[in-house]
C-alpha cells in the first residue's frame, strides 16, 4: 500500500535543506523527473516489480493510487514529502501545477515488461 513520508529538512536563515538519508526503503536504480505537464494524467499503471519514490520538488500534482483493496488521494504540494509506492499501486498522477516537477526515484532500471497496464476492477 502506498505511504506518505516526511523528508527531514533543515531551515534557516540561509535556505531549506531537505535530505533523503536512509528514507528510500529500496536501492535506487533509476530515476526520472516530469515537468511541464499539460491537463493530462500521468502514470496509468502498476508494476510487477519497481517500487517507487515520488516527491514533487517544485509546485503540486496529486496522484491517486489504488492497490485492489483501497483507494487513496495524495497530494505532494511540498518537497519534503515523499510518496512510497509499491508495485501493486496503481497509480495515475494528475492535477499538475503549471511548475510542478516531480521527482521519482525506482528500484529498477527501466524494463517495459514490468508494467501493468489494465487497471484494477475496482477503479
Not at 496509468?44 to 509546485?59: E, M
Request: with cysteine; charged share 25%; hydrophobic share 35%.
Amino acid at each position: 500500500m502506498a505511504n506518505l513520508i516526511k523528508i527531514k529538512t533543515f531551515k534557516d536563515s540561509r535556505g531549506i535543506l531537505t535530505v533523503l538519508d536512509n528514507v528510500i526503503p529500496f536501492e535506487i536504480k533509476r530515476l526520472f523527473y516530469i515537468y511541464s505537464v499539460d491537463n493530462s494524467d500521468r502514470g496509468g499503471h502498476r508494476h510487477h516489480k519497481t517500487y517507487q519514490a515520488a516527491i514533487c520538488i517544485k509546485g503540486s500534482c496529486k496522484i491517486t493510487t489504488n492497490n485492489n483493496k483501497i483507494t487513496e488521494l495524495f497530494d505532494l504540494n511540498s518537497p519534503e514529502k515523499c510518496l512510497l509506492l509499491m508495485p501493486e499501486d496503481w497509480h495515475v498522477i494528475h492535477n499538475f501545477s503549471s511548475d510542478a516537477i516531480l521527482l521519482v526515484l525506482a528500484s529498477t532500471v527501466f524494463d517495459p515488461t514490468d508494467y501493468i497496464y489494465e487497471p484494477y476492477d475496482t477503479l
